[in-house]
DNA sequence: CTTAGCACTCTCCGATTGAGAGTGCTAATT
DNA sequence: AATTAGCACTCTCAATCGGAGAGTGCTAAG
């Protein structure tokens, strides 16, 4: 499939990068005009041609310049997008941010997300992180009022899972708590397949909080109550590719359908795997809604421990340099933080 | 301000209720031919003109059927609104997926904010409940590894706080969990005002914890840092209205900047206030992105304890009887169930 | 005060037109 | 064999025009 001489594979480029730039179809004079190739618009019309037999460009309509398909975009991405670095200045005032301020992953997140909405000026996509083996850490009761009792539990992990419990029985806080410290010590570090597997106590109460430890963790092994932080929603609302022309069918109604979300996330093979940044064009004939949008994802934390996704959703049409690297760097910096801040 | 002729009331009403339908400029014909007014067209155009010139309905062009203005909705909304009551059946599916789920603010607030976006089919902003006053419940001290320990930090209410500290010295869960009930006993239900107060320990652990302890307080003193959840933004993403026609103008952007949000919540004074649900038409000349749009908002939860906001966001051309009565339904079912698992 | 009647105005939609952009093809050149 | 100049051709886009239709405002009669 690299089979493109050196100067289809200019043209190529110089035709992504022109029609990022515009929007617009792009023309044979434009490319030897702007951009300086040193030979005729005829022979960039042949070697045009040549590119939408292969089916990388097509034009609009007869007579008009030529625009980057699906199958363009992914040959670009696959063998000449180059990664562009981000100018140090960037680096560190993005840096900046998240090591000045207070730490923890509630305030990291949804930096994150703003982060990459501003650098791309696409919409964000940050998922919370998750634990691939959810793992009892600690319980907390904590006595209200009447039979209510504040169950706080603490995943390995660091996830922090609260419950209100309405017990049978009053207890005192001095019970709840001996009783807290009892399962503290028999469960901690316990997964939840071992916590299951343990015999029932008799206890009333131990039974009771039992359950809903185990609800707890069982929710949290699921991908759909994670946390999701969005943002740059504005930053699209304009472009052509993400207006609802066609009712109800906008890309950004993706964004409020958690399950095309888990799916989309879960998607592990994606056709074009940079170092670790997945970049999804055109839907894949998956998703009838990013039709013309792309979406640039990466997996950030510590592999089988506790990860999450970062990513990008833009119009087709997008600096791919640009934003692999934007997505790439803020994932390396959340992993940073997450593997500092782990709790184990 | 009252001072309009029976028949002009049922006349501006028409003209409200057509033009939510239809979104078109309603014709004198119209309202005698589909609502059947006795009487002629020419009547009712005699009062339109009325109308007219009290600047409740304006002509878009000469010769154009008449649209609400502004005023006109806020008349209407003052004086003429007709509260539905939703079915019953609508109720109880509402109120059965609230009771039936787990007990907890975590489901409760997302599944309010998409059962009144469905309902209202535009889009709902929910914001977590914060507390008047904060105040300390519990603390807690997890020793992960090293120098670091995870914070969780209860206020009453409910409201949880975590953090990770970075220690200067390295101790074990049993000295943590001693200063930690030390705390505990000291601070219960002290309000942040108290804790500052109070003369500075000579532990050095005593003294980290104590800064860290504040600064969660403090931080959960200001309402930006409170969550947020929408929903239904597809709702509205084909609706002219939002459409970001007007590049950056789209009433959409408010979504996305925090303080934009907040004022518009603080905003005590806001001109139609029905039974505690409160109607703000057309941004009222502070919110220029509001322009085509209204909101509705309530608070809910439990008066200077602990109460959030919650509301909808459409377009000014909206069913308000209805909108009126979700909004309250789904807020006094809130305040319900933040009544019944309060901390305290 | 209400209404029938009618002229008037303004929008909307389709057809028409001309300019311009960009191509495809052919024949000449390197 | 690859490249290029030249030119006719095609298609879009924006502007213009005109007629149909919707809806009003006004006047005069009931």
Known sequence: MTDLTSRQKIILSLIVHEHTRTAQPVASKTLIEDYGLPISSATVRNEMNTLAELGLIRQPHTSAGRVPTEEGYRFFVSNLVQQTVLPSATRNTISHQFYQSRRGLDHWLPLAASVLANQSQAVSLVTAPHSEKIA????????????????????????????????????????????????????????????????????????????????????????????????????????????????????????????????????????????????????????????????ILTRYGIQDQLSGMLGILGPMRMPYGQAISTVRFVGDLLSDLVTDTLIE
Chains 1, 2 share one sequence.
Request: some cysteine.
């Open 136 to 295: 009892f850490k600690h319980l907390e009761l904590i006595s209200t009022r009447g039979l209510q009792v504040l169950m706080v539990l603490v995943l390995l992990g660091g996830e922090i899972r609260q419950q209100i419990l309405a017990l049978d029985e009053a207890y005192g806080q001095e019970v709840l708590s001996r009783t807290a410290n009892h399962l503290n010590q028999e469960f901690e570090n316990k997964s939840l397949r071992q916590i299951e597997a343990l015999e029932p106590s008799n206890d009333p109460l131990v039974q009771q909080i039992l359950t809903a430890i185990l609800d707890q963790m069982h929710l949290s092994e699921d991908l759909v109550t994670g946390e999701l932080f969005l943002d740059g929603l504005s930053n699209v609302l304009s472009t052509p590719e993400f207006a609802a022309t066609n009712q109800e069918r906008s890309p950004l109604r993706l964004l409020e359908e958690r399950p095309m979300l888990n799916d989309l996330f879960s998607r592990t093979v994606l056709t074009e795997d940079i170092g670790g940044v997945q970049v999804l064009i055109g839907g894949e004939g998956t998703w009838q809604e990013l039709r013309d949008c792309s979406v």
